[in-house]
């Protein structure tokens, strides 16, 4: 699977040519065959937003799991609230993308860090936070299994278990994503992406990270315009 738009459309068709029903992680059981599509938001909001109009388009609700606190973005900027919001509109969920790497903790205390960071998140936004998803997780979370009251927890056994999961994590399906969806073996299916990698033409991983890179430099520029006035007399 190539990782551009039109594929990841054709991989929408293909899951219903299939049988599977799109679903959410609080109503996968209503579904005879449900698939549950996640995406992680590591890096950007506008290619985000963009894999949204997509599913948008093609009538899919899909939850996107978003970081409190990253170098990357800020979701309590005008800009990001205004993102989230137009996802939100389209039907999609924002789920909590956690970071674990930021605490010294316990393994008991992980739970409760998690609703810590929820309740800020939805403060920010101003819709409830009911999902999470682990940003790079270690070997003791990815066992752990928590509980988090109020909350659904992906990395949860139910959705390793029960689902048949697959990733493009680092621009490299685990398995083929198409053979495991035409082999007709599982009934449900637990598929994440992450937006940063896809385009309209493809790309190999240097150039869309060498593309992301020199994109920040446009948008240090951007934000400084907003707040500096006559920024371009001073810049000549």
Not at 146 to 165: H, L, V
Not at 186 to 205: C, G, M, Q
């Amino acid at each position: 699977m190539k990782f551009t738009y039109g594929e990841y459309e054709n991989l929408i068709d293909m899951l219903r040519v299939f049988g599977y029903s799109f679903a959410g992680y609080d109503n996968y059981n209503e579904f005879q065959q449900p698939v549950i599509m996640r995406h992680d938001i590591d890096t950007s909001l506008e290619k985000a937003l963009s894999m949204a109009k997509i599913e948008h388009d093609k009538g899919v609700k899909s939850t996107y799991f978003v970081l409190l606190a990253t170098d990357f973005y800020n979701i309590a900027s005008k800009r990001s609230l205004d993102i989230i919001r137009e996802i939100q509109k389209m039907g999609h969920e924002i789920g909590l993308h956690f970071d674990e790497t930021k605490y010294r903790y316990d393994q008991d205390s992980v739970p409760n860090l998690i609703k810590y960071e929820a309740n800020i998140m939805a403060q920010i936004i101003g819709t409830p936070i009911k999902a999470v998803s682990m940003h790079r997780p270690s070997e003791n979370t990815l066992k752990a299994d928590y509980i988090i009251n109020g909350m659904i927890n992906s990395y949860g056994m139910t959705f390793f278990q029960e689902f048949k999961y697959v990733s493009d994590s680092r621009m490299r399906w685990r398995e083929d994503v198409t053979s495991v969806i035409q082999s007709g073996i599982y009934n449900k299916l637990h598929i994440l992406t992450h937006a940063f990698w896809y385009d309209e033409e493809e790309k190999d991983i240097r150039s869309v990270i060498t593309q992301f890179i020199n994109q920040a430099g446009i948008e240090r520029y951007q934000s400084l315009k907003d707040n500096i006035t006559n920024l371009d007399d001073l810049l000549k």
